[in-house]
């Protein structure tokens, strides 16, 4: 009797100790088979598809210094990278410091903003609603039978407004340039123009699309455009009738394995448990917050609208999850899927001098990548077609700017073929 009522007591004591030392993940799997009921295709949580391959002390030493003197040259003060083969994920590692004055490490753990990365993502999300059949790439945005058509928006400044589809939009050929610079990166400036209250909030910034000309006749050209990025978050939102970060965990990134993801904020003293501080190069200058607060700030800490980026580049993530969600947009299948096949033949299938759908671009070797730049932090997906893939994220940003990320892929094709992979 005492020895049963031993086993049973000590079997209540593991299961609890089970759950307080793990609550996150107990959560975050239990509603993940919560929405799994609901709708959503739910694969296992990120540490049930990493199998981390040997590596010799060698080899890795090598890695270490080759990562070390890059950041060095490049002036960084923290890295984080990762592979994955073949629908696992099989080398994470993370280098310098997450925050200067405390020198707390960066680890495969810490989150980093993932600027326009986040476009894959909104893409992922136009995908699933594809599938569910409630858009088609070519449904228009605006106009009575438009997806946004509030009345408050109308009526509209150029008449071909009414005439830009959601693919336009994926493909960055929505109308608009960058000639007055980017609206979403001079967000007061835009609600100045519309006489609005600061910070610039979403309808504003509708209203302000509607109330302009187009720069050009939409899907006649491509131009990298935040703006058209932004929009697609709305068309996510007034479709599904969620919010846009809602939908987005529950059809995309649960469905991926992915439970840490979420948007982020743009003051340093708001930034999420386990996020990196960012910082400038050397020379960076101080602006007006973006608030209307009037204080003085610098772009990786509150001069940028981060929340109204949202869709076209406000995420933030570790390299790990980067790659389960591209793992979860290849069309392989040692890895499910979140969309269809036909759609991620749509998203790598670009028309002849267009972007592909959410990917930044796809190169010689017909490999699909995607890079995200933004004050502060850089970031780049890669797929490719020997079945490894890779990501980094960076929380320093260069001087050199987007161009930087063909620097952070010289040194990951590098790392890869110490690996051997």
Known sequence: MNNKRSKNSVLICTIFSLLFMC????FSWTEGQELGRQGATITPPSSYVTKPIAIDAKVESKINDMVTRFMKREE??????????????VYSKSFGVRDTISKDSVHNTT?????????????????????????????????????????????????????VTVRELLEHSGGWTQRYGDPMFNTMAVANKMEASLPCDEQTMLKFVTSRRLHFT???????????YFLLGQVIE???????????????????????????????????????????????????AYDGSNQLVYKSNGGNNISLLSSAGGWISNPTDLLLLSMSLDGNETYPDIVSNKFIREMISPRKGFDPLGWRGIDANKNPFRTGSMPGSQALLKQQKNGVSFAIVTNTSSWKGPRFSSNLSSLMSAIERKLKL
Do not use: H, W
């Open 238 to 288: 007034k479709v599904s009738g969620m919010p846009y970060e809602e939908y987005i965990n529950r059809y995309v990134l649960y469905p991926s394995g992915i439970v840490d993801m979420k948007l982020g904020k743009s003051f340093s003293d708001s930034l999420t448990i386990n996020e990196t501080q960012y910082y400038e190069p050397e020379g960076s200058f101080e602006i007006s």
């Open 23 to 26: 609550p996150y993940f107990f």
């Open 218 to 228: 939409p899907g006649t050209r491509c131009c990298y455009s935040n703006l058209g």
């Open 111 to 163: 989150m980093f903003r993932i600027a326009s990365v986040s476009k894959l993502i909104t893409a992922a999300g136009i995908g699933r609603l594809c599938d569910q059949n409630k858009i088609k790439l070519e449904d228009k945005i605006f106009g009575i039978d438009g997806i946004i058509n509030d009345t408050i928006y109308m009526p509209y400044k150029d008449k071909r407004l009414t005439d």
């Open 76 to 89: 960084m003060n923290g890295i984080s990278l990762a592979f994955a083969k073949d629908g696992k994920v």
